[in-house]
């Protein structure tokens, strides 16, 4: 398309440049593209930011069970921050979160910094490491709570050799039962990662490397202070997207634990969930979803700014 | 280009189903009837309608709780295009009508006596401001317990009638090398245990006072503390793999001979019967430990939603006037494991748990004792159960924390739940 407008257009009007330029399918030229974006641009302001102006509108009202425009201030985020469950899901996001996003890094790294010795076979264990990512969380969750059930998967099957005092009953354990998600997104997500580091690596010039060696570092110290500072940009979109799953994690939570023992599992998504849609909730709900929203931003955008900011320097 | 083109024709065609909705004398009728034998249920009264000369349009959303039926109703609503019926029980009929969305059926209800047809109970969760919005389609019972007879004989117990007795039993099963109390760990199966166990031990009076009036005396008194201490006793019968069990694998337990008791509602026989065991025999059934003079209740029904065309109007009496007749109650009832919504029929075909059932239901509207289940939406409204649910739920997987915190939160989930 772009290729042949133009010859269309030197062939229609041979009269120079002046006159290319007043042409209607000059103009539609220079339309085109914003015409061609403009309903998706439109789509998204709409569905994406209008629907989220709206969930702010209705987090200040005191909608029940359909939304009403009974406005109540922010009477909703007070209810909300006396709700004991909802501090519940925010700690367990944190922890979450943290946990996954750091050892998600940290095997991923390490994996993708192994693959990258230049062994035999990589081509079939890369792919052994990056198929947990094609399964959906559903499926990791369920697996996961058989592997996890005291008396179904793992205790049962040390216990069954004959170590008898052995425990492993996290997923029951209200205190523990929120490392059991780490566990089981960890599996599914740090191939992912080991795949983006690898690709990374691979970009990485082999001169740099070399030189390094010349200069008489240890292989340690080459990745620690050669290698990973050029994976900056892979932390960043390794982290971007970790930070986003785990917040928007929810279908691991019902699959694994279903927020449960009691509501020990819980994060903001599950809560949010419950409370507008099977409570009848939609203000504290709303209100819920806006302040995820605002954990959101907190962490992106001072993230973003800093990075997008030192790629322009740099 | 061919992806463009497929979602113009999806749009079209769903524009077409949408222009369909709205044909006049027919009634569409949202539920989550969707398992075998419910289908099968729901489907008798599809072809009572059809045999009047009624149009049937089924709309049924799987998922069973209703969950998702209840989220696409509300989208419906709002977009300001309800079906004719829905699926809709307890307090919540009474939200929907403060809406004002719901038509009456005070015609039908007159013409066929439901004021002494239907248990004064039962007749108000069905009325709204006085007016009949929606008709009952059965009653379950929440506070049975079920029994496997050879792991008792095993055991060498019999069925408890009291809390006491359901302890001392159950240390005899444990010994004996079963588990108790088969229970699944999610939060509305520790509130069925939870308002059984209180039932059980301090009355139908006090459940009155403290899961349906939410009297904050009464939820944060004494006989709170002791009704959650029992609760709290119970999960010493229970084992460790309970945590997010379905009901029904729990249920399976007893039946395999694996566990000796479970506390259920009364859908629990859909499966006792569907793996082939005869009630009274191969099961048995009981009122909850303490409960044989309560009944607590969760009846299913369809609420009808206002129309203003008077075709529609005349099949939604039709519908609401065939779901009371004896053919679909029996029928529907057979398959659902419940009793009948009118304690006026001929109980010879249902099995002894339902004759029972339907003894007690009876006798209880009479003197005393059939109140509203809390843990199935019954009871309270939405919000306040979710609440209730909450403290319930924690208090039961926290081993530190004293009934006495629990009953404090209780009241101030009463309290907080809603504006």
């Keep these: 398309m772009r290729d042949s407008l133009p010859m269309k257009n030197t062939s229609a009007t041979p009269l120079g440049a002046g006159a290319k330029r007043s042409t209607p399918s000059g103009g539609l030229q220079a339309w085109l593209p914003r015409l061609v974006l403009a309903p998706s641009v439109a789509i998204s302001l709409f569905f994406v930011y209008g629907f989220m102006l709206w969930t702010f509108v209705l987090s200040l009202t005191s909608s029940r069970m359909l939304p009403s425009y009974d406005f109540v201030g922010f009477g909703q985020y007070a209810r909300l921050m006396a709700n004991e469950r909802w501090w519940v899901a925010s700690t367990n996001l944190m922890i979450f979160g943290v946990l996954f996003v750091v050892i998600c890094l940290a095997i991923g790294s390490l994996l993708a910094i192994l693959l990258d010795q230049k062994i035999r076979q990589e081509g079939a264990l890369r792919t052994i490491y990056l198929y947990p990512m094609a399964l959906s969380f559903i499926v990791t969750g369920v697996v996961w709570k058989w592997l996890l059930n005291p008396q179904l998967g793992i205790q049962a099957m040390v216990q069954g050799w004959g170590f008898e005092s052995f425990r492993f009953d996290w997923i029951v354990d209200p205190d523990m039962a929120i490392y059991t998600l780490v566990i089981a997104a960890v599996w599914q997500a740090s191939g992912f990662v080991m795949a983006l580091f690898l690709a990374g690596l691979r970009g990485i010039d082999d001169s740099i490397i070399k030189a390094a060696q010349l200069d008489g570092a240890s292989l340690p110290r080459i990745y620690l202070r050669v290698v990973m500072p050029c994976l900056r940009p892979v932390v960043f979109s390794a982290v971007m997207i970790l930070a986003h799953i785990a917040i928007k994690s929810f279908d691991l939570v019902v699959a694994l634990t279903g927020g449960g023992p009691g509501y020990a599992t819980d994060l903001p998504a599950t809560f949010m969930y419950a409370h507008a849609f099977t409570r009848a909730q939609i203000g504290l709900g709303s209100a819920s979803a806006m302040l995820m929203l605002g954990g959101v931003l907190a962490i992106l955008i001072p993230y973003l700014y800093s990075e997008l900011r030192s790629r322009k320097h740099g | ?419």
Aim: with cysteine.
């Design chain 2, 1 to 419: 280009m061919s992806t463009l083109k497929k979602t113009t024709l999806a749009l079209a065609l769903a524009g077409a189903t949408l222009a369909t909705t709205a044909q006049a004398s027919e009634v569409e009728v949202l539920h989550w009837w969707t398992s075998g034998g419910e289908a099968r249920a729901a489907n008798v009264l599809k072809e009572l309608m059809e045999a009047e000369g009624y149009g049937w349009q089924d709309f049924a959303v799987a998922g069973g709780g209703g969950e998702t039926a209840m989220t696409v109703l509300k989208s419906r609503a709002m977009s300001g295009n309800p079906p004719s019926a829905a699926q809709i029980k307890g307090p919540e009929i009474q939200e929907w009508g403060e809406l004002g969305l719901l038509g009456d059926l005070n015609g039908v209800a007159d013409a066929e006596g439901w004021d002494e047809l239907l248990p004064e109970v039962v007749a108000d969760i069905m009325r709204h401001d006085g007016q009949y919005v929606a008709v009952p389609v059965n009653v379950h019972r929440v506070n049975w317990l079920w029994a496997n007879p050879e792991v008792l004989e095993a055991a060498g117990v019999e069925m408890p009638t009291t809390l006491d007795e359901l302890f001392e039993a159950g240390e005899a099963i444990r010994e004996a090398g079963f588990v108790p109390l088969a229970h699944g760990g999610q939060s509305w199966q520790d509130a069925t245990v939870f308002e059984s166990v209180l039932l059980g031990g301090q009355g139908s009076e006090f459940y009155q006072q403290a899961l349906v009036e939410l009297d904050p005396e009464a939820l944060g008194g004494e006989q709170m503390i002791d009704a959650l201490e029992d609760f709290k006793r119970t999960r010493e019968l229970m084992d460790e793999g309970m945590p997010g069990r379905d009901w029904n694998v729990a249920t399976a337990m007893v039946i395999e001979g694996v566990a000796g008791f479970q506390l259920m509602g009364d859908w629990a026989k859909g499966e006792f019967t569907a793996a082939g065991l005869t009630a009274g025999e191969d099961y048995l059934c009981a009122a909850a430990p303490g409960t044989e003079d309560a009944f607590t209740f969760n009846i299913d029904s369809l609420a009808m939603f206002r129309v203003t065309d008077d075709d529609e109007r005349e099949a939604q009496q039709a519908l609401a006037r065939l779901v009371l007749e004896p053919t679909f109650q029996e029928a529907f009832n057979l398959a659902k494991g419940s009793i009948p919504a009118r304690p006026d029929l001929d109980m010879s075909e249902f099995d002894s748990c339902a004759q029972q059932s339907l003894a007690d239901f009876q006798r209880t509207a009479e003197e005393g004792g059939l109140v509203p289940s809390m843990a199935h939406g019954m009871a309270v409204r939405a919000d306040i159960q979710g609440a209730i649910f909450d403290v319930v739920t924690n208090y039961f997987n926290d081993a530190d924390m004293p009934a006495e915190e629990a009953a404090e939160r209780m009241v101030s989930a009463a309290e907080a739940a809603s504006f």
